[in-house]
């Protein structure tokens, strides 16, 4: 662990010699978090301390309760000045905003209700916005874009703002300007007391971070977390994730996907990014044929819908979920890195202000094993973000990118990244995978392409169409009805088949003589390490998963044991590479 500013390692506290406020300690217990994460126990001290703090730490480090710990500490500890609005956390989406929200209430499920929160976003009536304000909340966890325009309305008094806020959080710092918020936050700080504590948490540094921290922090301590692992400093991927390639041409990574899943050389809940809508919706058709099920999300998607789908996939509801992650961001970051002038920039707000179509960034996908990158994303920050939803809180996990021609030049661009990171210069990260063998691969060719030609672009346009309804059906129900009912969520399904075609009975397994003996080796090894572990490796139900929640040494165990057995069977890859 090392600190930007200089300062000497620490010992490992646990949260009770952090010196936080009891109620804090039984939340924490309730929530069964063993001990603080580094950027826990790191920045904890310095928020109470009162310092401004610039904490920078890998994806799923926990920084959220690194923030959201001392800053109630501290409200709770002058509970006689609570009046007014005095902490503000400003996050980049909707679905971040609901995130925090949900921590912030559990840790404050001991307070006797001393503090309130809230949570304000653009996708709420001005009414119910109004009404959430009128209840002079003592916490407020918004998007910049939406608190600029409370201000500008007169729904947050600026007077009052100026006088009673005492923390000021920026989370997901390195995708706040990249959203689109800076001229919000221009003008946000302009009521910002000169005593507010204002900390900024990120996961990647940028020039975007170096602004804010001019823009809003005054003389900040900058804690720059990273992990010593062995002989390899890892420092913006957990180091408990794994890096693999498949290589392949761009027409054949249908086929390479179903290899993967119909042999279960992935382990499931799986992640699965693309960058454009149309090719969730191709996969999606696709693995349907195949009896295998998976939800789409992307920002096209009614905002309720969103946060159910990703509700039901933390519950475990279904294993695999095709993820459409914002190119516009990426674009603009990739504008930004390139020093170039970001003229439509507030266009693009705008759109951004209606959409805030970031449907995955930062976002805590529980129980996440693999990530597929099915495209490449854009750019390097958008790879380690994608990759970050996986190996959260020190659980580990794979990332598996589809590498075709034409993405050389960002996968060296993100060895150059990785490896340098590393401190190893010239060491690979990102290895190809070990288990797929080009007989596996070919043995399911005649099906898979079979099947692609009956996925046609008319099919795709009709089954996002359907989705798009049905889910805007399942979001004004959701909103009208459901919300006194939470137990009758569940009966909303986001993984319906959406194909007009019955998916045929003959597809649903692999007959014998078209298996890969080396593939199905590895899989029965992954089966048996499972099984060893007592994880059954078929669907992950919600009812197995509460089982497996219960003991979390076996969700590490296995998945190290995994790990193991991923690495055990590398040399395949030397005598099979696809
Ligand atoms: N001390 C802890 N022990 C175990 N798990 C923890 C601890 N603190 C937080 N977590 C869990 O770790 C997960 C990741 O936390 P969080 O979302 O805060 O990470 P993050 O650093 O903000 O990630 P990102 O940069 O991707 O947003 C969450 O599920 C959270 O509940």
Same mark, same amino acid.
């Given at each position: 662990?090392?600190?930007?500013?200089?300062?000497?390692?620490?010992?490992?506290?646990?949260?009770?010699? #952090?010196?936080?406020?009891?109620?804090?300690?039984?939340?924490?217990?309730?929530?069964?978090?063993?001990?603080?994460?580094?950027?826990?126990?790191?920045?904890?001290?310095?928020?109470?301390?009162?310092?401004?703090?610039?904490?920078?730490?890998?994806?799923?480090?926990?920084?959220?309760?690194? $923030?959201?710990?001392?800053?109630?500490?501290?409200?709770?500890?002058?509970?006689?000045?609570?009046?007014?609005?005095?902490?503000?956390?400003?996050?980049?989406?909707?679905?971040?905003?609901?995130?925090?929200?949900?921590?912030?209430?559990?840790?404050?499920?001991?307070?006797?209700?001393?503090?309130?929160?809230?949570?304000?976003?653009?996708?709420?009536?001005?009414?119910?916005?109004?009404?959430?304000?009128?209840?002079?909340?003592?916490?407020?966890?918004?998007?910049?874009?939406?608190?600029?325009?409370?201000?500008?309305?007169?729904?947050?008094?600026?007077?009052?703002?100026?006088?009673?806020?005492?923390?000021?959080? #920026?989370?997901?710092?390195?995708?706040?300007?990249? $959203?689109? $918020?800076?001229?919000?936050?221009?003008?946000?700080?302009?009521?910002?007391?000169?005593?507010?504590?204002?900390?900024?948490?990120?996961?990647?540094?940028?020039?975007?971070?170096?602004?804010?921290?001019?823009?809003?922090?005054?003389?900040?301590?900058?804690?720059?977390?990273?992990?010593?692992?062995?002989?390899?400093?890892?420092?913006?991927?957990?180091?408990?994730?794994?890096?693999?390639?498949?290589?392949?041409?761009?027409? &054949?990574?249908?086929?390479?996907?179903?290899?993967?899943?119909?042999?279960?050389?992935?382990?499931?809940?799986?992640?699965?990014?693309?960058?454009?809508?149309?090719?969730?919706?191709?996969?999606?058709?696709?693995?349907?044929?195949?009896?295998?099920?998976?939800?789409?999300?992307?920002?096209?998607?009614?905002?309720?819908?969103?946060?159910?789908?990703?509700?039901?996939?933390?519950?475990?509801?279904?294993?695999?979920?095709?993820?459409?992650?914002?190119?516009?961001?990426?674009?603009?970051?990739?504008?930004?890195?390139?020093?170039?002038?970001?003229?439509?920039?507030?266009?693009?707000?705008?759109?951004?202000?209606?959409?805030?179509?970031?449907?995955?960034?930062?976002?805590?996908?529980?129980?996440?094993?693999?990530?597929?990158?099915?495209?490449?994303?854009?750019?390097?920050?958008?790879?380690?973000?994608?990759?970050?939803?996986?190996?959260?809180?020190?659980?580990?996990?794979?990332?598996?990118?589809?590498?075709?021609?034409?993405?050389?030049?960002?996968?060296?661009?993100?060895? &150059?990244?990785?490896?340098?990171?590393?401190?190893?210069?010239?060491?690979?990260?990102?290895?190809?995978?070990?288990?797929?063998?080009?007989?596996?691969?070919?043995?399911?060719?005649?099906?898979?392409?079979?099947?692609?030609?009956?996925?046609?672009?008319?099919?795709?346009?009709?089954?996002?169409?359907?989705?798009?309804?049905?889910?805007?059906?399942?979001?004004?129900?959701?909103?009208?009805?459901?919300?006194?009912?939470?137990? &009758?969520?569940?009966?909303?399904?986001?993984?319906?088949?959406?194909?007009?075609?019955?998916?045929?009975?003959?597809?649903?397994?692999?007959?014998?003589?078209?298996?890969?003996?080396?593939?199905?080796?590895?899989?029965?090894?992954?089966?048996?390490?499972?099984?060893?572990?007592?994880?059954?490796?078929?669907?992950?139900?919600?009812?197995?998963?509460?089982?497996?929640?219960? &003991?979390?040494?076996?969700?590490?165990?296995?998945?190290?044991?995994?790990?193991?057995?991923?690495?055990?069977?590398?040399?395949?890859?030397?005598?099979?590479?696809?």
């Amino acid at each position: 662990m090392s600190h930007g500013d200089g300062e000497d390692e620490e010992e490992a506290l646990g949260f009770e010699e #952090l010196g936080l406020d009891p109620r804090l300690l039984r939340a924490i217990a309730k929530r069964g978090l063993p001990k603080p994460t580094l950027i826990q126990q790191t920045a904890i001290p310095r928020i109470l301390e009162g310092k401004d703090v610039v904490g920078r730490a890998k994806t799923g480090s926990g920084k959220t309760f690194a $923030y959201l710990l001392p800053m109630i500490h501290k409200l709770l500890a002058h509970t006689e000045n609570a009046t007014g609005l005095k902490a503000l956390v400003l996050v980049p989406t909707r679905e971040l905003c609901q995130q925090v929200f949900d921590e912030l209430e559990s840790l404050l499920n001991f307070s006797g209700g001393v503090l309130t929160a809230v949570q304000l976003t653009t996708s709420m009536s001005s009414a119910v916005v109004k009404g959430a304000v009128t209840r002079r909340p003592n916490i407020v966890v918004s998007t910049p874009g939406c608190v600029a325009s409370c201000i500008a309305d007169g729904t947050i008094s600026a007077p009052s703002l100026k006088e009673s806020l005492a923390t000021l959080v #920026l989370d997901e710092a390195d995708l706040l300007l990249s $959203y689109g $918020y800076e001229e919000d936050l221009q003008k946000l700080v302009l009521h910002v007391p000169p005593r507010c504590q204002c900390i900024l948490m990120s996961a990647t540094t940028s020039a975007d971070v170096d602004k804010l921290k001019k823009l809003v922090l005054h003389d900040p301590v900058t804690l720059t977390l990273t992990e010593v692992d062995g002989s390899t400093k890892d420092d913006v991927v957990p180091s408990t994730v794994q890096q693999f390639m498949v290589r392949c041409e761009a027409e &054949d990574k249908l086929l390479h996907l179903l290899t993967l899943v119909r042999f279960e050389l992935i382990q499931k809940k799986a992640l699965i990014f693309v960058n454009a809508i149309d090719t969730s919706f191709k996969i999606k058709l696709f693995l349907e044929q195949f009896g295998i099920k998976s939800a789409v999300l992307n920002a096209e998607l009614p905002q309720n819908s969103r946060l159910h789908i990703l509700k039901e996939f933390n519950l475990g509801l279904f294993d695999y979920m095709i993820a459409t992650d914002d190119g516009k961001s990426d674009k603009l970051e990739t504008e930004d890195q390139a020093g170039g002038k970001l003229k439509n920039r507030k266009k693009l707000k705008k759109r951004i202000m209606d959409a805030e179509f970031g449907v995955v960034r930062g976002v805590d996908f529980k129980n996440v094993y693999t990530v597929v990158n099915f495209d490449l994303p854009r750019t390097v920050t958008g790879y380690i973000h994608r990759i970050g939803r996986t190996g959260r809180a020190g659980n580990a996990g794979v990332a598996v990118s589809f590498v075709c021609e034409g993405d050389e030049g960002l996968l060296s661009s993100l060895e &150059d990244v990785l490896s340098g990171d590393s401190g190893n210069a010239g060491e690979k990260r990102i290895l190809p995978f070990p288990t797929i063998t080009s007989g596996a691969v070919e043995s399911l060719r005649y099906r898979a392409e079979d099947v692609a030609r009956g996925v046609t672009k008319i099919s795709i346009r009709e089954a996002r169409a359907k989705e798009l309804k049905m889910e805007i059906l399942n979001s004004e129900r959701l909103k009208a009805h459901f919300e006194d009912n939470p137990a &009758d969520l569940k009966l909303l399904k986001h993984d319906k088949p959406l194909s007009k075609r019955q998916p045929p009975q003959h597809l649903r397994s692999v007959p014998e003589y078209l298996r890969d003996a080396e593939v199905m080796a590895a899989g029965k090894a992954m089966k048996a390490a499972n099984a060893a572990i007592g994880r059954p490796s078929v669907s992950y139900t919600k009812k197995r998963k509460q089982n497996w929640e219960q &003991d979390p040494l076996k969700s590490i165990g296995v998945r190290l044991l995994v790990g193991v057995i991923l690495v055990a069977f590398s040399p395949l890859a030397c005598c099979h590479s696809v």
